[in-house]
């Protein structure tokens, strides 16, 4: 099984910043893409960004041009930096991960997996 940790949320004043992390960790797999998603009271969850193993990323029209992601493959880390917040940016962000278990191998098996989630609240 792979796990997600995700840190990073809180609450910030409209204009500011936060960066959330997240962290798998397990055996014998392989990330394919690495992804958060948000999900705002009384709402669906959306996609807010994806970042694959080569590095292609592709972002929500409403974040573009105000939050990156970034990915460290050698922590099998991901990254979302969140400047010029709005409130309508809060919401709970979760990071979903989607690769293979036993990749290479007989067993190889997809996997998709979400954090906890973690909260972002954009107030003044």
């Known amino acids: 099984q792979v796990h997600l940790v995700e840190s990073g949320g809180g609450l910030v004043q409209p204009g500011g910043s936060l960066r959330l992390s997240c962290a798998a960790s397990?055996?014998?797999?392989?990330?394919?893409?690495m992804g958060w998603y948000r999900q705002a009271l009384g709402k669906q969850r959306e996609l807010v960004a994806r970042?694959?193993?080569?590095?292609?990323?592709n972002y929500s029209d409403s974040v573009k041009g105000r939050f990156t992601i970034s990915r460290d493959s050698a922590k099998e880390t991901a990254y979302l930096q969140m400047n010029s917040l709005k409130p309508d940016d809060t919401a709970v962000y979760f990071c979903?991960?989607?690769?293979?278990?036993?990749?290479?191998?007989?067993?190889?098996?997809?996997?998709?997996?979400w954090g906890q989630g973690t909260r972002v609240t954009v107030s003044s």
């Open positions: 979903n991960v989607e690769g293979n278990r036993w990749p290479d191998t007989p067993s190889d098996t997809p996997f998709n997996s």
């Open positions: 397990g055996r014998f797999f392989r990330i394919n893409v």
């Open positions: 970042i694959t193993s080569g590095g292609y990323t």
